[in-house]
Every structure is written in structure tokens, then in C-alpha cells.
């Protein structure tokens, strides 16, 4: 994976490499070079299985962080490529030329995320929410639990304890 | 309207007696065979007297709704299909009271109102506008016109071999001793009219069309409340009419009622056992099936015949 | 446990248009005549559900209530994770069978509607279809924590809380989930209010019609069906 790291590294302006396990790693890569490093890795170092694509809302930063989940299963290795797109106006390059499966995970991301795939097909439609108006539901902005009780009946009456206080005075009542 | 010479009002009153012995044997005897099946799964099954709960239920449903006339025509059709079945075919042989409106073509009419009921399903299945109806009345009536090519055949070789098409003649040529059954007499129809038999009682392999868990219930989606018991009594019904019109054909009739109901349910037990051990076949391998093997066995029978 | 962050409001004026296909249009026929089409309105009708009366001897009512105690007909339809336990009462271990319960296919065939768990707006919608698709007298049964009050999903942005506020609800059986053995003594339970009489949640729902319309609308918001879709 170092190998392969090293080899890929100034040619497509990689960050540093990230081992999680002797055969998984992380590297992020600038958005524009995506296309280029992802096409590379399917076609030439036999990463031709996109495990998954995801997203991760750093709020904070302003910023959406895509992974792309690669897997070699001759060599026994996965690869997750990190891009880091602008939180504001969220635009990611659409991939499912490489990976027909990448459609349904960027109309997942259009939808949950809010981040826009132009020229996936049927980005745009609804993928499991049906009718939804509010934020997109997986933003961190989005306050999922103002948003429940705005929204669905409560039936009063309903209390939260602590696990550890509640176990507590449960198995040790006296102290 | 002259009566038929032979006919007396009395008869009516029989044929309802003939009707309503059959509708509680039916529902008791669905019941057992239901019992029956459960036990070879395992279960208890059903109380025997659930049928009649389920009718009680169904009758007692506050709301219906229609789709329109044939809607309205299609259980009843299908419940004249079985109770027409039952009367025009004798039901004990020898019984005065249970001879029914049986006459000199009886056979043919038998054969008619075997088919009359599914006929009626259609259109009204076809009017309730649900698509699961339509898919499940044209599968319907693909497989049960496959599977009765069979029995016509077995028909029309013992109509032959008895020369007549009156049923209480061809009971009494069987009489005297299972010797001068069919069965013994002329095996080859009987096993070609028995296809038919296992292939229309929508029982398991051949059920797809009722069964639940094909497209949901196939012809009867859309009906419920007293509409569906209206079909939950046909179901009590037509199969043991049906089975009459086997055992009075193939099996010697039955000479009281105690034979009547021992034959009848032997007869039901054969396609309930087929049922519980096999799986299901599609209705296109059914209607191959039947082409294949009980098609040949009917053209067969005339030949020998 | 009222503690909503004021900070956080939803959007709640945003409509979700109605789905192309449903929208009202004209159509010019093959003989050219111009007709106008409302999806809505010309396949489905539309007439408000009915309070049925009892039957009028007390009797007879007695009766028809023990009938349907012993015939109670399940519409096979699993909304969340308890349709998992709904399987089991048809095996050899448990065999629901017994008891005259039995499972239907269709929902117009089928008495008893049984929530099985978390019930998303999305499946809410299809629930309340099948709910108002069946015939009256028909029951209810919210099945696990997630139909009384939430649940584990109680600060989901996409579940309901509280069953009862959407459909008229007879019974409830609390777990998580509850044990197919619950769930008989459930259903033995709702035979005793049925005997009782007191099962009478189609008129219940039909009397407060408005009602429970109102609160389906809140959290479906592309309601694409008419309002009463027997």
C-alpha cells in the first residue's frame, strides 16, 4: 500500500497516507484530481470495486468530506479516497461512468446530504424520503431531534434516564 | 309454466335438504382436510368449527363496497356454479329424496356448471378493477381449462363405454360390487378424469391461482365481507359437488349417505395429500403438465374404449 | 420531555407539488373529443367513511361480536421490525392457527391491522391506505415501544411517535420487541374487548374523521391520494 502510495503521490497530489490495517488506507486527494486518480486505480492497480461512497459533514470547516471506498480483491487491499468539497455550495464530480453503482449513492448523498452530482442520472428524485421540505436530514445543521418534536405527536409522559445513575441506583441501592 | 312430466313440487324441498347436508358436510370436511394438512406440518391447525365462524363474521361485516353489477354477479355465479353442479346430479344412489333434477343429459350440464363458476369469477374480477384479479382470473382460467381437457376426455370414453349420457344410468351399471366400477371396468379414464380432479381442486402443486402468497389471492382480492362468504359457502360446496360427479362417474356412486360421506372424503383426501407434500408448480408448467400426461391418458381411454 | 431547540425551526412552508401523473389535464380522445382527466378524483372515491350502527338486538350484536373474536382475519402486512415476529405464530411452535386467526393477503379481506413496530411517514402513508381499504368492524394493534411513544426512534426525523394520533389504535402491545408469546396474549386480549364490545375503532375513526386527517397531513406532506381511499 506504501508502494503504491509513493507511486501515486506527485503525480495526482496526494496528502499523506493514512493506515488504518496492513491491507486499508486512507489518502485524500484534491477534487479536481479525482477522475484521474480513481480511473487510474480501477483500471491499472485493480481497485475495480467501489465498496462505497459516502459523506462526512465537518461543519465546523465548512466543508463535506467524500469517500470513496476502494477495494482490490485479488490483492486483498481497500483504498478510501477522501475529497473534501465546499460546504456552502456542494458539488461533487459524478462518477457513475466508472462505477454504474455510484448513481444510487450520489442520489442518496443529493438527497441526505444535499451535495449535487450534475449528470448523474435521476439525481434529482427522491431516493427514500418521499415529500421532504425541510434541510437535508443528514447535515449536521440539521437538528434532528427539534425537527421530531416539531413535527410527530408525543405522548407525554416519556422519561430518559441516565444508564449508568439508573443502573446504579438500581443495582446498588444503597450507594 | 307446466311442469316436466315426472317433476313434483316435493322435489324443491329435497334438492334444498340434498343442499344443505352438502354445505355442512363441506364445511366440516374443508375444515378436517385444513386440520389434516396441518398436522402433517406440525400445527394443530384450525378449530374444526371455523369455517362456520368465518361465515358468521363475514356476514356480520358492517361495511361493503361495490364495483359495479358483475361485480355483485360474480359470487353469485360462482355459488350457482357449485349449488348447479350439486342438483342436477343425483346425489345418492337409490334415495328418492336425493336424486335431485337429474335427467336424461345430465352429464353434459355437469360438465357446463363444472366450469360455470370460474367463467363467473371472471367477469366479476374483472369488474372489481384490481389488476391482481385480472392476472389471477387469466391464469385461472388457462390452468383449469388445461385441467379439465382430461376429464372430457374421461367423459366422453365412458359416455361410450355406458352409452348414455345420464348419470343415474351410469351409477346403476356400477352397481354390485367394486368390480363394475369404472375404476375396474375402464382404468384408463378414471386415471385421466383424476388428473383433472387433483389439477381443479386448487390444492397444492396446482393452486397458484388462490394461493396467498402468489400475487395476493389471485381472482378474489378485491372481494370481502358477504360477497366473500358467499364464495366461503361455494367453497364448501362445489368441491364436494364436484367430487359427487367423480364418485358417481368413476367410483360407483354412493348408495346412503354414510358412503356418500366416507367416498367423498376419501376422494378429497387425494389431492389434500398430493397438496401437502409437493410445492407449488406455475401455471405454465401445470397447463405443460397436464398436456403431457393426463392429455394422453384421455385420448388413450377413448381409444381403448 | 419538552425540550426543543428554539434555534432550530422546520420548514413549514415549503409544499411538495403533486406528482406529474396526478395533476388534472385535458385529453383529446381518439374521436377528438376534449375531456378532462383528475387522476384523484376519477379512479378513487372519495365519499367520507360512515358510522356503522350496531345491530339493532343486543343479542344478535353479541353474537356477531363473538364471531368476529373467533375469526380474526391479520392483513399480512409487516411495516417494521415486528413483522419478524408476526411469522413465528404460523409455525408448529406457537400456531396462532388455534385461535381462529388467520392471515390474509389482501386488505380487504382482513380485520385486524397490526403495526408492526417503527412506522416511518413513508410507510404511515401506505398504512393508512390499507387501514382505510379494509372493512368495517376493523382493529388496530400497535405492536412494540416504537408505536406508543417512539421508542428507540424517538428523535428520529423520519418516524412517528405516537400511533394513536394517525389511526384509531384498540391495543397496544408494549416491548421491544415483544415475544410472539406477547403478541398471542395480545390477541387474546383483543378478543376480550371485542367480545366486549368495545372494539369499535372504525366508527371511532370515522366519527373523528377530520381529525385524524389533519394530523396524517402534518407529516405526510405530498399527500398523492384522495382523502378516503376505500
Redesign the interface.
Known sequence: MRDLHANLKTRHALGPFEPRRANLGFVTVPAERLRGLLTELRDVHGFTHLVLLTAVDWMEDGLFQLTYLMNDRAGDRTLGVRVMLNRDEAVGEDMHDLWPTAATYQRELKEMFGIDFPGSPRVDEEF????????P?YRRD??????????????P????HDPRAHMKSKLYPEG | MTPQPGFQWIQILYALATLFVVLNYGLLMTALVQKIAARVSGRHGIPIWQNYVDLVKNFALRSQISHGVMYYMGPIFRLSGGIGLLLFVPTIYGLPWAQNFSFAGDLILALYFVFFGTLGMALGAGESGHPHSAIGVSRGLSQTTAAELPLALAVYAIAVQYHTLNIPQIVAAQQGGIAHWTLITNPLATIAAMFAYVGTMMRAPFDVVLAPQEIPIGPPTEYHSAYMALMQTNRAIFPVAKTVVYMNLFFGGASNWLEFALKVFALYLIPAIIGVVHPRFRVEQSIRFFLKWGLPVGVLAILVV | MKDIDERFQKNRDRTVPLREELRPRTVTTPDGQEILIEPLKDYFCEAAPKVHPKAYFQIVENFYNWARANSLWILGFGTGCGAIEMRPLMTPRFDAYRYGVQWRPTPRQANLLIISGYLSVKTLKRAIRAYEQMQGPKYVIGLGSCTINGGMYWDSYNTIKRLDAYLPVDLYIAGCMPRPEALLAGFMELKKLIRAGKAEGANKYAENFATYKAAQKSVIKDWDMPDYNW
Not at chain 1, 440539521?142 to 405522548?155: I, K
Open positions: 427514500i424520503l418521499e415529500g421532504w421540505t425541510d434541510l436530514p440539521f437538528d434532528s431531534l427539534a425537527y421530531s418534536q416539531q413535527t410527530y405527536a408525543e405522548r409522559g416519556r422519561v430518559t
